[in-house]
């Protein structure tokens, strides 16, 4: 290991318990997308106190922030996300339901960890960089917003990541691995349909049915299914349905669409179709609808670059090695799910060696926790999912990797994930991840060759230029 990266994973385990301190007062203090204060104030504070120049309010948006070090180029973001999931309160530690509050939040997708991750990884960077007095500068980005809001494609609108020589980031899952290929852009619109009320019964000729016009909406969207290509998506959710009296004539309801094409241009013309068959149920039931844009996504565009770089320093720092502690919350929790025993899906650019490693790494699967590396390019190339992460993509290299926090199998956005959120094992990738970020970093920085390359790369993936999902004049908005 080089002395470089030796000063950024010696100040790592140095001041490990900060961090995991961090992630867990995150943990105790779940908060929604876009209403992410608390947790905001608690960065921007660990921020200032770990010596970063701090900046809050980023492109307007009351929950973004940024803290930089350093002087001139390369300059290296480090993504941060740390909002919460609706109805996963949970107590720690628990292999049961047992919700702190009753409906209330959690983190069901480990954005605890993840920003405290982050976070120590631009620490460690900055300590490189006053060590060794080179030039460069890391800048952590507290990105809003992830769950639902768009945080960095509202960024990205703005143009903020391209002032980045490339971006980091990671996410907590069940297994390490680097992410790669591509995934699903997508478009969320509310439209909210108002029409007149009248007896059902007595003079149902004076009403106008706002939620006939929803149903027909989404006839119509139904009908439009036979007629997109196969990689379409269309979600929709009525989340005001007019009232529960069947003999009162519905003066509002209110649908939530979102639209997925793999490509984000493509998001954009299906999603002016939904609009056109809004316009048509507004027609037939002489209703009016206001369209609210919510947010939306680009896809990702991977960076086979800077992804072998991160490889490469995930096997050099290694998976970490668990207690009887972690093993024992992990054998439970496994007990309350029902866990994928079977291979990951082999990458298009995976070979047989390849193949046969994956074959023989995920007979770890039935074991409570993954506690191996993965080779590059064994996973999926396309994830049907959607994430604010590919809009940054689309302005500067960026790559990301997925380290272990909790057992294997455990589905995402569950209450199982909130359970082990302040576990051992829990911060033990937390820690990882914040040394394979800032080792990679500081190749980025030492390797101008790596990084002219990476930058090469990221200009032929986006030569046909970036289509942002935002539409102009939006601000984010939480739901």
Not at 38 to 55: D, H, I, P, Q, W
Not at 215 to 220: P, Q, R, V
Request: proline residues 5%.
């Amino acid at each position: 290991m080089s002395q470089s990266k030796q000063i950024a994973i010696e100040y790592v385990n140095a001041r490990a318990d900060f961090f995991c301190a961090l992630a867990d007062t995150i943990w105790a203090n779940p908060e929604l997308s876009l209403k992410e204060f608390g947790s905001t104030a608690s960065y921007c504070a660990a921020l200032r106190e770990l010596g970063f120049a701090v900046k809050e309010k980023l492109c307007g948006i009351d929950t973004a922030f940024c803290g930089s070090y350093g002087s001139g180029r390369p300059v290296i973001g480090i993504l941060g996300e740390f909002d919460a999931l609706s109805g996963l309160s949970q107590k720690a530690g628990s292999a049961q339901p047992e919700p702190l509050i009753p409906g209330g939040c959690g983190h069901g997708c480990g954005h605890n960890l993840l920003g405290a991750g982050s976070l120590a990884a631009a620490a460690a960077v900055k300590a490189y960089l006053e060590k060794t007095g080179r030039p460069g500068t890391v800048i952590f980005y507290g990105c809003p917003g992830e769950e639902g809001g768009s945080g960095k494609a509202f960024m990205a609108r703005e143009g903020l990541w391209k002032q980045l020589d490339a971006a980091l980031s990671w996410h907590p899952a069940d297994v390490n691995q680097v992410r790669t290929g591509t995934n699903n852009s997508c478009i969320q619109v509310m439209y909210k349909f108002h029409g007149v009320s009248a007896h059902a019964a007595g003079d149902p000729y004076n009403g106008r049915s706002a939620l006939d016009a929803v149903e027909l909406m989404n006839i119509g969207v139904q009908f439009l299914r036979e007629h997109t290509t196969d990689d379409c998506r269309i979600h929709y959710a009525i989340i005001d349905s007019g009232g529960v009296s069947p003999n009162v004539v519905q003066a509002h309801a209110t649908v939530l669409y979102m639209v997925r094409a793999n490509k984000v241009a493509d998001s954009v013309k299906l999603q002016e179709r939904v609009d056109k068959i809004a316009q048509g149920a507004a027609m037939m039931t002489d209703t009016r609808f206001d369209r609210v844009f919510i947010d939306g996504t680009a896809e990702l565009l991977p960076n086979y670059t800077i992804e072998k770089l991160l490889q490469a320093n995930m096997e050099l720092v290694g998976a970490p090695r668990y207690d009887e502690q972690d093993l024992a919350l992990a054998r439970a929790l496994r007990t309350t799910y029902e866990a994928e025993t079977d291979p990951p899906g082999i990458g298009a650019k995976c070979d047989e060696q390849i193949a046969r490693q994956v074959r023989e790494l995920t007979e770890n699967m039935t074991k409570p926790i993954n506690d191996f590396v993965m080779p590059l390019y064994s996973g999926n190339v396309f994830i049907p999912g959607s994430t604010d992460v590919g809009d940054v993509s689309w302005l500067t290299p960026t790559s990301q990797v997925d380290i272990v926090t909790w057992p294997a199998g455990l589905p995402h956005h569950s209450w199982q994930v909130v359970s082990c959120g302040k576990s051992g094992l829990a911060h033990k990738g937390l820690l990882m991840a914040a040394k394979v970020l800032a080792a990679t970093a500081i190749d980025l920085m030492e390797k101008p060759e790596a990084l002219q390359a990476a930058r090469e790369e990221f200009a032929r993936r986006a030569a046909s230029g970036y289509v942002c999902p935002i539409e102009p004049g939006e601000e984010p908005k939480a739901i």
